[in-house]
């Protein structure tokens, strides 16, 4: 049974697997965290800057700033396949690490059909208009963006709107925005919907200078990891590299690497503070 159920998987466990059969480097490797709740692993991360965790992330903060030495990347847009694979914990832990580096950072809500950074803030009881009132000059960026002490870093909401969201994305007021923001912030980290169900990532996909791909851990299947890539290259914007996310450590004992890799190994565990 067991031998049926390996060679019948049709997802990722290892980085060096999907590098293999997609050709994209593995810029991330990030555990499972120890909760379930958005805001309790931010302040994980915020309380353990030693742990496994905010090592992983500060190694995607180190992959994705050097992936480009020539050009360093100012906008990073995260994107992934389908709902639930992580990308917007993933958008708000990295804007933390790089807070931590003493840089400016802006957060915007490119998901604005589902909006869960707002739902994030809105349990803080903030409800601010967004990008939308940006984009139509009701508001400058300035007075519309919310800071976040937790995150450290200003985030753009993406408040109710009726127009279309991929229409918004494509036009030239949201281009001009971006600029706005690169000439105030050091790095702008935009959190976009998956590509497989809207056309949205793939139109903010050309404002960016690197494009990170979540895949979690294990349950991405490998059809829609290779769709997913083929619609950024289509439209001539193929990711910068990819992020196995939330792995499990238990999960990874129980396959056969839990002694061999990298940052779950039990040689590497005296590096990290949990």
Request: net charge positive; proline share 4%.
């Amino acid at each position: 049974l067991v031998l049926v159920r390996e060679s019948r998987n049709d997802s990722f466990r290892t980085g060096g697997v999907i590098e293999g059969m997609t050709g994209y480097p593995v810029m991330g490797q990030i555990p499972l965290l120890p909760s379930k709740r958005r805001e309790d692993a931010i302040q994980y991360l915020a309380e353990k800057p030693t742990s496994v965790m905010a090592e992983s992330i500060r190694n995607l903060r180190t992959s994705t700033l050097l992936s480009n030495v020539d050009n360093p990347p100012q906008i990073i847009v995260i994107s992934s396949s389908i709902p639930g694979e992580g990308k917007t914990t993933l958008s708000l832990a990295l804007s933390q690490n790089i807070v931590g580096m003493g840089k400016k950072v802006l957060l915007i809500e490119g998901d604005i059909r589902r909006r869960v950074l707002t739902k994030f803030l809105q349990k803080k009881n903030q409800s601010p208009k967004g990008l939308i009132a940006v984009l139509k000059g009701e508001q400058t960026l300035q007075d519309t963006v919310v800071h976040d002490e937790l995150v450290g870093a200003d985030i753009l909401l993406g408040d109710k709107n009726s127009a279309n969201a991929a229409d918004i994305f494509a036009s030239e007021r949201f281009g001009k925005l971006l600029e706005e923001a690169r000439s105030t912030y050091d790095y702008i980290i935009i959190d976009t919907p998956p590509v497989l169900i809207v056309p949205d990532a793939r139109i903010i996909a050309q404002f960016a200078d690197a494009l990170l791909f979540a895949v979690k851990w294990d349950s991405t299947s490998r059809a829609q990891v290779f769709e997913s890539l083929k619609l950024f290259e289509s439209v001539k914007h193929p990711v910068t590299g990819i992020v196995l996310n939330q792995i499990s450590q238990k999960g990874m004992k129980r396959y056969g690497y839990g002694g061999k890799y990298g940052a779950y190994a039990s040689y590497g565990m005296k590096y990290y503070v949990n």
